[in-house]
């Protein structure tokens, strides 16, 4: 689980570095399904069981780092989940989602929206049904959040269905996001907007692998708004309980090494790699890269200077989980390594 949700982040973070850097490939997902499938799918996820222990809400927020703000309220549940072993980066977590729920730029209906087009192209009934929570709790037209369900993007406005489109193309496949759309995308919302529009994705990107692999639903007919809550900060390094890394023993000589036989996999070797690298490297990027530092990480600079409250919320994140969780370095690249080769991002 913990390798999960380190992965699940930098995943989103190649979301982020496909769409503003360029070369990244996503899987296909399922068509817009009608309503009445979609509601007995309902059905059926709301009576399966999550695949992994969870805390009542008390517990839970007594494994949480103190509250300097709000506190108290019913947690969701893959929040219940992690508290047990990541409660600092529950915390974190907990804060970056009431940011992009709640305080993002965006405007709440497009928020949401965009957010239920990337959780049903990644096959997420619980974010669907907290998107359009949301989008009702924002005072949405029922018409307008109807057509969304049943993928009706030209009953939009153009601005808001070219908004809706790339979103969907972006989870869909990154790969095929084009210069042109995102400089219309660019023309239609200015870079901040879209640089909010791009971390909202790459959030879902994240959010949504975790839901599905724990095999969570939402705990109320009426889904749960964001926590507006505020936790203590603790110090990177800080005293801490976590479990003790166990060392595993080298494996035997005539230990059988298996070798993935995927054609696609094997075609880019380490010199198609460095090929690729080196065009990367020469191509424009799509979004004005502010500063004078040129060996600063582009993705860093893009996000402090467009979203730095949104950069920072993702950020304590990853601070927090690589504090708690503690993983072997080697064990975490080379996890790190094939999530990034699967999607084809270049980072």
């Known amino acids: ?18 769409l503003f850097a360029g070369d990244g490939r996503y899987r296909t997902a399922p068509p817009y399904a009608p309503i009445e499938s979609r509601e007995a799918n309902q059905v059926e996820r709301e009576r399966a069981q999550p695949r992994v222990a969870m805390l009542g809400h008390a517990e839970a927020w007594r494994r949480l780092p103190a509250v300097v703000q709000g506190g108290g309220e019913f947690l969701p549940s893959w929040a219940r989940v992690l508290a047990a072993t990541l409660p600092r980066t529950t915390a974190a977590m907990l804060e970056l989602d009431f940011l992009h729920r709640a305080r993002s730029p965006l405007e709440p209906a497009l928020r949401g929206q965009l957010r239920w087009v990337a959780a049903h192209a990644h096959g997420c009934l619980y974010s669907e049904v907290i998107a359009a929570a949301d989008l009702r709790r924002a005072r949405v037209e029922e018409t307008a959040i109807e057509h969304l ?12 269905r070219a908004a809706l489109q790339f979103a969907e193309k972006l989870t869909r496949d990154g790969s095929s996001v084009t210069d042109e759309e995102v400089e219309r995308l660019l023309a239609l919302y200015g870079e901040r907007q879209v640089v909010a529009m791009v971390l909202l994705l790459a959030h879902a990107e994240f959010q949504d692998r975790l839901v599905v692999t724990l095999g969570l639903t939402p705990d ?56 690729q690298l080196a065009k990367q490297r020469a191509r424009r990027c799509r979004i004005g890269l502010p500063g004078d530092n040129p060996d600063a990480p582009r993705w860093g600079l893009v996000c402090r200077a467009y979203q730095p409250e949104l950069a920072d919320a993702w950020s304590a994140c990853l ?9 072997d370095p080697i064990f975490e690249e080379c996890v790190f390594w094939i999530v990034t080769r699967s999607v084809r991002c270049f980072y």
């Open 319 to 327: 601070h927090a989980y690589d504090d708690e969780a503690d993983l």
């Open 149 to 160: 369900l049943a993928g009706e993007l030209d009953a939009f406005p153009p601005n808001t």
């Open 1 to 18: 689980m913990w390798h999960s949700c380190k992965h699940g982040l930098r995943l989103g973070l190649g979301v982020f570095l496909t």
């Open 220 to 275: 109320f007919c009426d889904p749960l708004p964001p926590a507006d809550v505020r936790f203590a900060r603790s110090l990177v390094g800080a005293e801490r309980k976590r479990p003790l890394r166990k060392k595993v023993p080298p494996a035997a000589a005539t230990t059988v090494v298996s070798r993935i036989a995927d054609r696609d996999w094997l075609t880019l070797d380490f010199d198609a790699i460095q090929t």
